[in-house]
């Protein structure tokens, strides 16, 4: 059953009251009253009302002061409220006006017009009431595909005895087009670390994201399956990865930088595909070693192959992986945080990778400070402890 808006009159002449009280009930609406702004507070709190008509020149508080407070407030601030008023002067009509009125209606008012003037604001609330439940239906859409992808990330990264890992993970939007993972294939008991971006931001690229991951991670652990051996387990993974992506999802032309990585635990040996993106830092003690390069380009822009290269990672040394959002990140002052200045962060002493992970994220945090963040952070860190 509908039922009919309701309308706050609030006046301190009670004649004035009573009129509108008349002229509102037999239009079909509710109708409640106040006659002062302290009351009147006290009744949108109470009632919820549809629409204020309000006085300006009031005892106690006047409708100046009513419609700040009830415009500052997150809860009362889309309640249209028209203004009627004796006082015609244009510094009142454009005070009201800024503060937020709807509309301003001089007294003594045409009645036709101010039924016009209550329709048409009421008909923009309406249309405002559904846009903000669209707004919030689809903020909880995303928050479900946000919950839903980050099922997709690891909760928890191994542990092989004798090696440390950790990672970083910042959303510019409720979901994100980056991706990480760590798990061991059981068969050649390999570490296999994984880090990508997908182009694009949203929706799309989140979607995209759960497609590459997915493909890496069942295309790996089948590749395991078989007598291959990293190299070609690696190379395997990757193009199989990109055949599918071009051939079913080309039309698209979505796709992902992607480093991959399988690490041999017992020796530190680290087999890996480089496909388009930023060249992860293999840093000793101090410094960085070795940046380790493209061997490919980015997965789902072509069908060009891919190799895969191999380092040794020596006791003590760690390995970084990080997208490009942690270098592409901007200040207040559009100054880029720069791959300089994370390579000078990453190789500051740090006790373990969780430490050092906590340095690049506060300092990242600090450099960014009030500007916005433009783009999904990834961080990715494996160590080989000393004397292993």
Same mark, same amino acid.
């Given at each position: 059953?509908?039922?009919?808006p309701?309308?706050l009159?609030?006046?301190?002449?009670?004649?004035?009251?009573?009129?509108?009280?008349?002229?509102?009930?037999?239009?079909?609406?509710?109708?409640?009253?106040?006659?002062?702004?302290?009351?009147?507070?006290?009744?949108?709190?109470?009632?919820?009302?549809?629409l204020?008509?309000?006085?300006?020149?009031?005892?106690?508080?006047?409708g100046?002061?009513?419609?700040?407070?009830l415009?500052?407030?997150?809860?009362?601030?889309?309640?249209?409220i028209?203004?009627?008023?004796a006082?015609?002067d244009?510094?009142?009509?454009?005070?009201?006006?800024?503060?937020?009125?709807?509309?301003?209606?001089?007294k003594?008012?045409e009645p036709?017009l101010?039924?016009?003037?209550?329709?048409a604001?009421?008909?923009?609330?309406?249309?405002?009431?559904i846009?903000?439940?669209?707004?919030q239906?689809?903020?909880?859409?995303?928050?479900?595909?946000?919950?839903?992808?980050?099922?997709?990330?690891?909760?928890?990264?191994?542990?092989?005895?004798?090696?440390?890992?950790?990672?970083r993970?910042?959303?510019q939007?409720?979901v994100?087009?980056?991706?990480?993972?760590?798990?061991?294939?059981?068969?050649?008991?390999?570490?296999?670390l994984?880090?990508?971006?997908?182009?694009?931001?949203g929706?799309?690229?989140a979607?995209?994201?759960?497609?590459?991951?997915t493909?890496?991670?069942?295309?790996?652990?089948?590749?395991?399956?078989?007598?291959?051996?990293?190299?070609?387990?690696l190379?395997?993974?990757?193009?199989f990865?990109?055949?599918?992506?071009?051939?079913t999802h080309?039309?698209?032309?979505?796709?992902?930088?992607?480093?991959?990585?399988?690490?041999?635990p017992?020796?530190?040996?680290?087999?890996?595909?480089?496909a388009?993106?930023n060249?992860p830092?293999?840093?000793?003690?101090?410094?960085v070693?070795?940046?380790?390069?493209?061997?490919?380009?980015?997965?789902?822009?072509?069908?060009? =192959?891919?190799?895969?290269?191999?380092?040794? %990672?020596?006791?003590? $040394? /760690?390995? !970084?992986?990080?997208?490009? #959002?942690?270098? &592409?990140?901007?200040?207040?002052?559009?100054?880029?945080?720069?791959?300089?200045?994370?390579?000078?962060?990453?190789?500051? =002493?740090?006790a373990?990778?969780?430490?050092? %992970?906590?340095?690049? $994220? /506060?300092d !990242?945090?600090?450099?960014? #400070?009030?500007? &916005?963040?433009?783009?999904?952070?990834?961080?990715l860190?494996?160590?080989?402890?000393?004397?292993?």
């Open positions: 059953m509908h039922t009919p309701k309308i009159i609030v006046d301190d002449e009670p004649f004035n009251i009573d009129y509108l009280d008349q002229e509102l009930k037999e239009l079909g609406y509710q109708t409640v009253s106040a006659s002062n702004g302290q009351i009147a507070l006290a009744q949108v709190r109470a009632e919820n009302p549809d204020v008509l309000l006085d300006i020149r009031m005892p106690v508080m006047d100046f002061q009513v419609l700040a407070q415009k500052q407030d997150p809860n009362t601030r889309d309640i249209p028209i203004i009627i008023s006082l015609h244009m510094a009142s009509i454009v005070r009201g006006i800024e503060q937020g009125a709807e509309d301003y209606l001089p003594p008012f036709v101010l039924h016009a003037r209550i329709a604001s009421l008909e923009k609330k309406r249309l405002r009431d846009e903000a439940k669209y707004r239906a689809l903020e909880r859409e995303l928050e479900i595909g946000r919950e839903i992808q980050a099922s997709f990330l690891p909760t928890r990264l191994p542990q092989p005895p004798g090696w440390e890992l950790d990672a993970f910042h959303a939007r409720q994100a087009g980056d991706l990480y993972d760590a798990f061991v294939l059981p068969r050649a008991q390999r570490l296999c994984l880090i990508g971006d997908v182009s694009g931001k929706v799309g690229a979607l995209y994201m759960t497609l590459f991951r493909l890496l991670r069942v295309l790996a652990l089948q590749a395991d399956a078989t007598d291959l051996d990293d190299a070609a387990c190379t395997q993974t990757v193009q990865t990109n055949e599918y992506v071009l051939r080309g039309h698209a032309n979505m796709f992902a930088s992607l480093f991959c990585a399988l690490l041999d017992l020796n530190g040996a680290l087999t890996y595909v480089n388009g993106h060249p830092l293999l840093i000793a003690q101090d410094r070693r070795q940046t380790l390069a493209h061997t490919g380009l980015v997965a789902g822009w072509n069908d060009s =192959p891919f190799h895969a290269a191999q380092i040794q %990672l020596a006791c003590g $040394e /760690t390995l !970084l992986l990080y997208t490009d #959002g942690v270098t &592409e990140a901007f200040d207040a002052d559009a100054q880029e945080y720069g791959e300089a200045r994370l390579e000078h962060i990453a190789t500051q =002493p740090a373990s990778v969780r430490a050092l %992970l906590d340095h690049i $994220e /506060t !990242l945090i600090q450099f960014i #400070g009030s500007a &916005e963040q433009t783009d999904d952070i990834t961080l860190a494996v160590r080989r402890a000393d004397g292993e």
